[in-house]
């Protein structure tokens, strides 16, 4: 019988079976890395077509779901490498949080890993048996992934981001289509410019709007509605895929050799053109994000408490001298 202890975030967690080694390769072993990149080749294929607005849909949702299995496999990595099966199907987002506070140090992290925790470290114990004639575009390399991880960090950990994507994976909760921002001068005070006269300064034909509710009061029942609109620049969606899903594949080859894997079956990818790193991100939206609410106050709201609810929903019994 074997066990296999570890920490999922901040939770405590063991599993017992009689072949974790086994069935931790087997998971490995089987992991399609190129998913993700597929994902992204076939639906960017559509951008041109009348299923346009489809496909910038799954580009997103395909987005979120290679952010989400990057930094699940990060923190398997990181806390549970003996055991990737039982990280994985326990993990909830609430972890993948504390993995990336852990990994930026601002929260403490029990890990496997030796070391200083970072993005940079990480990368360096990734890419070990990343070996190239070149030391100095091995060490680019190893730094561009980093720097790329951490980029990635920051956008998961934007509530609007994050808001937007539960949306679109849950019930497809939101109205799609972009926002443009135009200006133009007004004739007389509160009587807005006519359209010829407006001018675009920037947006797109892509993009969602989604519905954010946000407490009133902490811990109350109460919650004012946010709307919150994203604007997509695809060509930046698809490059952020298809390295992310290089990322995927070479934390995945990390596993398999810390496992016992031969490296030198193993492969390890990054883009052809290093200065790729940077332009995925550079080709985003200049006009990213807007929101816009009612300003509702603790002031202007009489707390709701959990009898009103109760007392609403009261159903009356029927009247015995009916039955």
């Known amino acids: ?14 599993v017992w079976d009689l072949e974790i080694r086994k069935k931790n390769l087997q998971l490995l072993r089987s992991f399609d890395t190129h998913y993700f990149e597929y994902l992204a080749n076939t639906h960017s294929a559509e951008l041109d077509s009348e299923h346009a607005h489809q496909a910038a849909m799954a580009l997103r949702t ?11 496999l990060l923190g398997a ?33 029990c890990t496997r890993f030796r070391g200083q925790l970072t993005w940079d470290s990480l990368s360096r114990v990734i890419h070990r048996n990343l070996v190239l004639p ?36 849950h019930s497809l909760r939101i109205q799609p289509g972009g926002f443009r921002v135009a200006i133009g001068l007004q004739e007389k005070p509160d009587v807005p410019a006519p359209p010829e006269r407006m001018q675009r300064i920037a947006g797109s034909k892509f993009g969602a709007t989604t519905l954010i509710l946000e ?10 509605v946010r709307e919150y609109s994203q604007n997509w620049n695809l060509t930046s969606l698809v490059s952020l895929i298809r390295i992310i899903s290089m990322s995927i594949n070479n934390v995945i080859s990390s596993l398999l050799i810390l496992n016992g894997q031969d490296p030198e079956k193993l ?16 080709n985003e939206c200049v006009l990213r994000a807007c929101s816009r609410n009612a300003n509702i106050g603790e002031a202007d709201i009489r707390p709701t408490k959990a009898e ?15 039955k």
């Open 1 to 14: 019988m074997e066990r296999s202890l570890f920490y999922i975030g901040e939770r405590p967690c063991a």
């Open 62 to 72: 395909s987005y979120g779901l290679a952010l989400e299995t990057f930094f699940s």
């Open 77 to 109: 990595t990181i806390q549970a490498p003996d055991c990737v099966f039982g990280w994985l199907f326990r993990y909830q987002q609430e972890d993948l949080r504390v993995i990336i506070q852990g990994i930026k140090g601002t929260k403490k992290l």
């Open 134 to 169: 070149d030391k100095a575009k091995e060490a680019e390399i190893r730094a561009s992934f980093a720097k790329f991880w951490e980029y990635l960090a920051s956008d998961y950990s934007d509530p609007g981001s994050r808001s937007e994507f539960n949306s679109i994976k």
């Open 215 to 224: 407490p009133i009061i902490k811990k109350g029942l109460d919650y004012r």
């Open 267 to 282: 492969q390890f990818f990054w883009p052809e053109d290093l200065a790729d790193f940077d332009r995925a991100w550079e």
């Open 308 to 322: 009103d609810v109760e007392k609403f929903f009261t159903v009356k019994e029927e009247n015995p001298a009916k």
